[in-house]
């Protein structure tokens, strides 16, 4: 469902960019309209941005994630698996010995 929603602000800022470059070579006489557009469809991508990171924290976006041990590898048994609290980003470091 959020890539429809993201497809159709696309499309909108697609279209008001695209009324902009018609103006531009004056194809057509549009107003306000594509700035509109433009306006609307980029905030409307930003907005979805923002909400399909949400679950991300800022700290995990920089790499920064808060890693807990959940398991140990079934493959490898001298392997934990780690799992970031905050986005769910999993890892598997090797103990040595
Ligand atoms: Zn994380």
């Given at each position: 469902m959020l890539e429809k929603n993201q497809l159709a602000a696309a499309t909108v800022f697609t279209a008001g960019v695209m009324l902009l470059l018609a103006d531009l070579v004056d194809v057509m006489d549009v107003s306000v309209l594509q700035y509109l557009l433009i306006v609307a469809g980029g905030a409307a991508l930003a907005v979805i941005s923002l909400v399909s990171k949400k679950e991300k924290s800022l700290l995990c976006r920089v790499g920064l994630h808060k890693y807990n041990r959940t398991?140990?590898?079934?493959?490898?048994?001298?392997?934990?698996?780690?799992?970031?609290d905050q986005c769910g980003r999993r890892k598997r470091v090797v103990k040595a010995g």
């Open positions: 398991g140990w590898d079934d493959e490898m048994p001298s392997a934990a698996i780690y799992q970031c």
